[in-house]
């Protein structure tokens, strides 16, 4: 059972950058496909980027390419979601997602193991 938690978020304004960090519990993490969803306020969850165990494959939804960066590192069990040029329209809780298999599947029930989420709000 992997247990993720996201960390990082907070209040920047628009134009600003973040970095948020989601821990894994298992050693084993760098085996598994992981990905960053967002949920803002009256909309469902929707798929952010997703990057594959090796981390040499990566996918991002087209409203975040060229801002948002994913990595990972395997010695510490932790995956990175670096955000640059935060616009107000990023607001939203963000959850980082695991599952081994698929690495770039948009659809959230695919994914098995969540975190709890950590809010980004962007001012305007």
């Known amino acids: 059972q992997v247990q993720l938690v996201e960390s990082g978020g907070g209040l920047v304004q628009a134009g600003g950058s973040l970095r948020l960090s989601c821990a894994a519990s298992e050693r084993t993490f760098s085996s598994y496909d992981t990905a960053w969803f967002r949920q803002a306020p009256g909309k469902e969850r929707e798929f952010v980027v997703a990057?594959?165990?090796?981390?040499?494959?990566?996918y991002y939804t087209n409203s975040v390419k060229g801002r948002f960066t994913i990595s990972r590192d395997s010695a510490k069990n932790t995956v990175y979601l670096q955000m640059n040029s935060l616009k107000p329209e990023d607001t939203a809780v963000y959850y980082c997602?695991?599952?081994?298999?698929?690495?770039?599947?948009?659809?959230?029930?695919?994914?098995?193991?969540w975190g709890r989420g950590t809010q980004v709000s962007v001012s305007s």
């Open positions: 997602a695991a599952r081994r298999g698929g690495w770039n599947s948009q659809y959230q029930y695919d994914w098995n193991y």
């Open positions: 990057i594959n165990w090796s981390g040499d494959s990566t």
